[in-house]
């Protein structure tokens, strides 16, 4: 069964940075696409970033050059390096799963996910 299980959210200032980890289990992880997607209160989940089986990346325009996303197939986890952080950063942060290794932007595309992490960026 396939587990996926974030780290690193925290409290940051405005401007800050923050390293979110999510490690994998339990399906070889190199063959897979994964995701980052959040969700902030009362709004819809959206799409963060996505890196292909391939380390292909994509990104919303709005962390575009902000953040960046990567793997490790070694250690079975996938990164988000969270720079230049602004107050609308601030939600739920969850790392997602496909069973295919091209990236989607739409969270129904995406098979398995973590519980969610929380990133709040004060002003």
């Known amino acids: 069964q396939v587990q996926l299980v974030e780290s690193g959210g925290g409290l940051v200032q405005a401007g800050g940075s923050l390293r979110l980890s999510c490690a994998a289990s339990?399906?070889?992880?190199?063959?897979?696409?994964m995701g980052w997607f959040r969700q902030a209160s009362g709004k819809e989940r959206e799409f963060v970033a996505g890196?292909?089986?391939?380390?292909?990346?994509y990104y919303a325009d709005s962390v575009k050059g902000r953040f960046t996303i990567s793997r490790d197939n070694a250690k079975n986890t996938v990164y988000l390096q969270m720079n230049s952080l602004k107050p609308e950063d601030t939600a739920v942060y969850y790392c997602?799963?496909?069973?295919?290794?091209?990236?989607?932007?739409?969270?129904?595309?995406?098979?398995?996910w973590g519980q969610g992490t929380q990133v709040t960026v004060s002003s």
């Open positions: 997602a799963q496909r069973s295919g290794g091209i990236i989607y932007s739409v969270p129904n595309s995406y098979d398995y």
């Open positions: 890196i292909s089986r391939s380390s292909s990346t």
């Open positions: 339990g399906r070889t992880f190199s063959s897979y696409a």
